[in-house]
Nanobody, 124 residues
Framework: QLQLVESGGGLVHIGGSLRLSCAAS????????IGWFRQAPGKEREGVSC????????YLTDSVKGRFTISRDNAKNTVFLQMNSLKPEDTAVYYC?????????????????WGQGTQVTVSS
């Protein structure tokens, strides 16, 4: 059974850091693009960053450039999102998703499988 499980969320102060993990089971991540998305209350789901099988990286929103870094560890079948210099506007539920077509695009509808999400809250 194909499954994605996010972890690493939590409560952090402004300027703090968190490292999110997206662990896969039932399939291997190394052949697909993996995206991180986020959704704040009352807002649409927003693409954050994406990494392809070749390790090519695409930032899906300019607001995280220079602060967030996506990476993958194929041996662990896991993709990470290192988040530094966190701001209150980063508060959201963060999701990872698989694009079987190995394309990093902003639209969440182009991603085929999703995890359950992990809450990130940045407090002032």
């Amino acid at each position: 059974q194909l499954q994605l499980v996010e972890s690493g969320g939590g409560l952090v102060h402004i300027g703090g850091s968190l490292r999110l993990s997206c662990a896969a089971s039932g399939f291997t991540l190394d052949s697909y693009a993996i995206g991180w998305f986020r959704q704040a209350p009352g807002k649409e789901r927003e693409g954050v960053s994406c990494i392809k099988d070749s390790n090519g990286i695409t930032y899906l929103t300019d607001s995280v450039k220079g602060r967030f870094t996506i990476s993958r560890d194929n041996a662990k079948n896991t993709v990470f999102l290192q988040m530094n210099s966190l701001k209150p506007e980063d508060t959201a539920v963060y999701y990872c998703a698989v694009a079987v077509r190995n394309m990093c695009v902003r639209s969440p509808y182009e991603y085929d499988y999703w995890g359950q999400g992990t809450q990130v809250t940045v407090s002032s």
